[in-house]
């Protein structure tokens, strides 16, 4: 099988866009993608977009982008599976480049939430549980993962402290991310400190919402060594599964089994290991979802990730994998849709050894996973810079 | 009929919707595959197994472990007047799982993983329409609210 290569990168500003609408947010990262691919617009064979439609006014999200973007009539088409819209985006576009259809298709994950209120969007979010038998408990988002954390904790004697030490490693790079909502250090103590949201949960266990976008190009292998040369970054593994939408019928709560799932196919696709990993974008919508991603990706052992983190070993330097080492969704922000492109677009600066401060030496292999919900959806992609 | 579950309901309608009526009168109800006898909680008409839709209420003690629990304080829209409440899920004896609220016996600090419990039909009080659901109790705790006393 041919490959397909990333030849263009972009990435908007994540925060509180009140200045700007959702079509304004995708045009900044498309433009600054194409200007990185050096492509013509003619160039393009079709786009997809990705965002979580319920959180915006406009309804039908793709017309709107495609038109702003000025890319009719080429084909356009909208995903969503939650939170990992976007790299079921850049799955989709994967797709249509090796079925032949395409050969060079733009990726734009776009999404404005603050135009709600938190109690809203948390309403809106807790019903991405099971609505029939959970959500009329009042269950939220942070309520679900609060509740694998709860057991983790239990099963493994991972502590609080672990789970904060995730978020202070996540706003120490978003610290240097130019692109990220919150660009500040914070301390343990500070951490700790914050309000209760879901037991064991305060504020600094959640990442926020954010409004923002970013967009990746993907193109067939001639055409991405025509385009890119020696700057493409190949995207050779793609895994996704799915579980349960009910908690209550999953196997167990310490770790995601679509991630593991996900994680096995991409590994296997791309024929790669967890030990050849040098950098990784994980999905730390809460604390809890990173520590349990080092097992479900196989970074350690399971039962490890407190220990994993502990030992400061996801830092870059750290002898692990580097992980989230831009801020990831808890300080860069999480606009849904827009989350899973700019994953792979950190990933993509990474091995094309782009990154300043924070980047990892020798990164030639990285990871992406992206999960919708609480693991309804995982999908694990694995980059190559060569 | 359906739409008696819960403070909040957001499915009015379903195929399994006696639940709710059997919920009223104090049984607590899984479903049983009459093809293959497939058993389940939550309930579903619907067999997971040999697709048949075939299928019978049958009755749960209510006994059970906590498998996890949560409380939650920050309240999503509908639910401002409820926090902090404890979401706690239940293994249930026969088989399946719930979620639901911990109830009067059973103050929050007290919920621990693997504590055995009790879930009891509830009818809430406070509300014009007919409104139910169960708590998680200690054991022990027996459902004492007949309709309409």
Same mark, same amino acid.
């Given at each position: 099988m041919s490959r397909v290569g990333v030849v263009g990168i972009g990435h908007g500003r994540f925060g509180r866009r009140s200045d700007a609408t959702v079509q304004e947010l995708a045009f900044e990262a498309f433009r600054d993608a194409m200007e990185d691919s050096g492509l013509d617009r003619k160039n393009l064979d079709a786009s997809v977009i990705a965002a979580v439609p319920e959180y915006h006014k406009q309804r039908s999200i793709a017309g709107v982008v495609q038109e702003y973007l000025n890319l009719n009539p080429l084909p356009t088409w909208l995903t969503e599976v939650a939170c990992a819209s976007g790299s079921a985006a850049i799955r989709t576009a994967w797709m249509a480049i090796q079925s032949g259809l395409h050969d060079v298709v733009a990726v734009v994950g776009c999404q404005k939430m603050t135009e709600l209120e938190t109690a809203d969007i948390l309403a809106l979010m807790g019903r991405v549980g099971e609505v029939q038998w959970e959500s009329v408990f009042g269950t939220t988002f942070p309520g679900y993962y609060a509740l694998f954390a709860t057991r983790h904790m239990h099963d493994f004697g991972t502590s609080h402290d672990h789970l904060l030490q995730v978020a202070v490693k996540n706003h120490h790079?978003?610290?240097?991310?130019?692109?990220?909502?919150?660009?500040?250090?914070?301390?343990?103590?500070?951490?700790?400190?914050?309000?209760?949201?879901?037991?064991?949960?305060?504020?600094?266990?959640?990442?926020?919402?954010?409004?923002?976008?970013?967009?990746?190009?993907?193109?067939?292998?001639?055409?991405?060594?025509?385009?890119?040369?020696?700057?493409?970054?190949?995207?050779?593994?793609?895994?996704?599964?799915?579980?349960s939408m009910s908690v209550l019928r999953r196997p167990d709560l310490t770790g995601l089994p679509s991630a593991s799932e996900a994680a096995a196919q991409a590994y296997a696709q791309a024929g790669v290991g967890p030990d050849e990993i040098k950098?990784?974008?994980?999905?730390?919508?809460?604390?809890?979802?990173?520590?349990?991603?080092?097992?479900?990706?196989?970074?350690?052992?399971?039962?490890?990730?407190?220990?994993?983190?502990? $030992?400061?070993?996801?830092?870059?330097?750290?002898?692990?994998?580097?992980?989230?080492?831009?801020?990831?969704?808890k300080a860069k922000g999480h606009p849904i849709g827009a989350t899973g492109v700019s994953m792979a677009y950190e990933i993509c600066r990474q091995l094309r050894g782009d990154c300043g401060e924070r980047q990892v030496p020798g990164a030639d292999i990285g990871l992406t996973h992206n999960v919708g919900g609480i693991g309804q959806y995982c999908f694990v992609h694995v980059f190559k810079n060569r | 009929?359906?739409?008696?579950?819960?403070?909040?309901?957001?499915?009015?309608?379903?195929?399994?919707?006696?639940?709710?009526?059997?919920?009223?009168?104090?049984?607590?109800?899984?479903?049983?595959?009459?093809?293959?006898?497939?058993?389940?909680?939550?309930?579903?008409?619907?067999?997971? $197994?040999?697709?048949?839709?075939?299928?019978?209420?049958?009755?749960?003690?209510?006994?059970?472990?906590?498998?996890?629990?949560?409380?939650?304080?920050?309240?999503?829209?509908?639910? $401002?007047?409820?926090?902090?409440?404890?979401?706690?899920?239940?293994?249930?004896?026969?088989?399946?799982?719930?979620?639901?609220?911990?109830?009067?016996?059973?103050?929050?600090?007290?919920?621990?993983?693997?504590?055995?419990?009790?879930?009891?039909?509830?009818?809430?009080e406070d509300t014009p329409d007919i409104r139910v659901h169960y708590t998680v109790e200690k054991r022990g705790t027996t459902w004492h609210k007949a309709p309409g006393t």
């Open positions: 790079y978003g610290a240097q991310n130019p692109n990220a909502l919150f660009q500040k250090e914070i301390t343990i103590e500070k951490a700790r400190a914050s309000d209760p949201v879901a037991s064991p949960f305060c504020v600094y266990d959640c990442c926020a919402n954010a409004d923002g976008a970013a967009c990746v190009i993907l193109a067939k292998e001639d055409k991405a060594r025509e385009i890119a040369g020696d700057r493409v970054v190949w995207l050779d593994g793609v895994g996704c599964a799915s579980a950098v990784a974008e994980v999905h730390d919508c809460f604390t809890i979802a990173e520590l349990m991603a080092y097992e479900d990706l196989g970074f350690c052992e399971k039962g490890q990730g407190g220990l994993y983190i502990e $030992e400061r070993r996801p830092y870059v330097g750290g002898g692990g994998v580097a992980v989230n080492v831009d801020g990831g969704l | 009929m359906f739409g008696w579950f819960g403070r909040v309901s957001f499915v009015p309608f379903s195929k399994v919707q006696d639940f709710a009526v059997h919920l009223r009168n104090g049984h607590l109800m899984g479903t049983k595959c009459r093809a293959c006898g497939f058993q389940t909680f939550p309930p579903r008409a619907d067999c997971p $197994e040999c697709l048949s839709g075939d299928y019978e209420f049958v009755e749960y003690s209510g006994k059970g472990t906590v498998w996890t629990h949560t409380r939650i304080e920050a309240a999503p829209t509908g639910f $401002e007047s409820e926090v902090p409440y404890t979401c706690v899920v239940v293994e249930l004896e026969e088989g399946g799982r719930l979620l639901a609220w911990s109830g009067d016996t059973l103050p929050d600090d007290e919920v621990e993983i693997d504590m055995e419990v009790q879930v009891v039909p509830q009818i809430f």
